[in-house]
């Protein structure tokens, strides 16, 4: 399998990940980010499709996280009995997007044409996009574990 290959099937799985999450928080807010995220996944695998097959390309600047700062509006989902199952599903998804940001640093590294190089940056950044949102995610999370009431235990930063 060529390196093409495998980043394609990289995101069909993540695809799968993303839609499966979504089926599993169906009942809360997260089913809108993961189904967003899912829909990411895809647009990625269809566009290194038609790099392969060496089709015009349109790279679509568009990041999910303004879309989604919504859904965190109302945070009644974020109750103490999933924290740690949200927090295992972060992770692995967190996992699962370091990967393709090194697997697509390894491509940027090796691309001569200058086509090539965008495609990798911007693949790069999209999963990176996705990273920083799992990283928020976690932070919103803990927060409250953290927080102290009182302030004359320190200033803390705004959330």
Same mark, same amino acid.
């Given at each position: $399998?060529?390196?093409?290959?495998?980043?394609?099937? =990289?995101?069909?799985?993540?695809?799968?990940?993303?839609?499966?999450?979504?089926?599993?928080?169906? &009942? @809360?807010?997260?089913?809108? *980010?993961?189904? $967003?995220?899912?829909?990411?996944? =895809?647009? #990625?695998?269809?566009?290194?499709?038609?790099?392969? $097959?060496?089709?015009?390309?349109?790279?679509?600047? #568009?990041?999910?996280?303004? &879309?989604?700062?919504?859904?965190?509006?109302?945070?009644?989902?974020?109750?103490?009995?999933?924290?740690?199952?949200?927090? &295992?599903?972060?992770?692995?998804?967190?996992?699962?997007?370091?990967?393709?940001?090194?697997?697509?640093?390894? $491509?940027? @590294?090796?691309?001569?044409?200058?086509?090539?190089?965008? *495609?990798?940056?911007?693949?790069?950044?999209?999963?990176?996009? #996705?990273?920083?949102?799992?990283?928020?995610?976690?932070?919103?999370?803990?927060?409250?574990?953290?927080?102290?009431?009182?302030?004359?235990?320190? *200033?803390?930063? &705004?959330?």
């Amino acid at each position: $399998m060529n390196t093409i290959d495998f980043a394609i099937k =990289m995101e069909l799985e993540g695809q799968k990940y993303y839609l499966e999450q979504s089926e599993i928080n169906k &009942d @809360n807010e997260l089913h809108t *980010v993961f189904a $967003m995220l899912a829909a990411s996944e =895809m647009e #990625h695998a269809e566009l290194l499709q038609r790099y392969k $097959m060496r089709e015009a390309l349109y790279l679509s600047r #568009h990041f999910i996280r303004p &879309d989604i700062k919504p859904v965190f509006r109302d945070l009644k989902s974020f109750q103490k009995e999933h924290t740690e199952k949200q927090l &295992d599903a972060y992770r692995l998804a967190s996992i699962q997007e370091e990967k393709s940001i090194e697997l697509y640093q390894e $491509m940027l @590294n090796e691309a001569v044409e200058p086509s090539d190089k965008e *495609v990798f940056e911007f693949l790069i950044g999209q999963e990176k996009e #996705h990273l920083n949102l799992f990283e928020d995610l976690v932070i919103m999370l803990l927060r409250p574990e953290e927080w102290v009431e009182s302030a004359e235990f320190g *200033v803390r930063e &705004d959330y």
